[in-house]
């Protein structure tokens, strides 16, 4: 499985960005696709992740309300619309996938990685 994700850049606080995640190659019949992120010197956390079949969303608490991750089922495609951002945002953002059904918001389930688009807010 191949994960190519983009859309990151640099955005002023209370801005908002697109990212996209599309996937390729192996097909699974059930998955979660979602959103790490990573700062310098902090582990990696979890942001969003969806059920692909079901349409289910999980978020962290600290995206709740700003962040949405949404599908293009058609295209392979997770999107993460993140509005109102903040400095502390501010991350390398991964996309993966996970075939299993426990600790969805857990990065060690989540056996697929894409290469990560970094997001800079500036205050």
């Known amino acids: 499985v191949q994960l190519q994700a983009s859309g990151g850049g640099l955005v002023q606080a209370g801005g908002s960005l697109m990212l996209s995640c599309a996937a390729s190659?192996?097909?699974?019949?059930?998955?979660?696709m979602g959103w790490f992120r990573q700062a310098p010197g902090k582990e990696r956390e979890f942001v969003a992740t969806m059920n692909w079949n079901e349409g289910i969303t999980y978020y962290a608490d600290s995206v709740k309300g700003r962040f949405t991750i949404s599908k293009n089922s058609n295209k392979n495609t997770v999107y993460l619309q993140m509005n109102s951002l903040k400095p502390e945002d501010t991350s390398v953002y991964y996309c993966?996938?996970?075939?299993?059904?426990?600790?969805?918001?857990?990065?060690?389930?989540?056996?697929?990685w894409g290469q990560g688009t970094l997001v800079t807010v500036s205050s």
């Open positions: 993966a996938i996970s075939t299993r059904s426990y600790d969805r918001t857990r990065a060690y389930v989540y056996d697929y």
């Open positions: 190659g192996r097909t699974f019949s059930s998955f979660h």
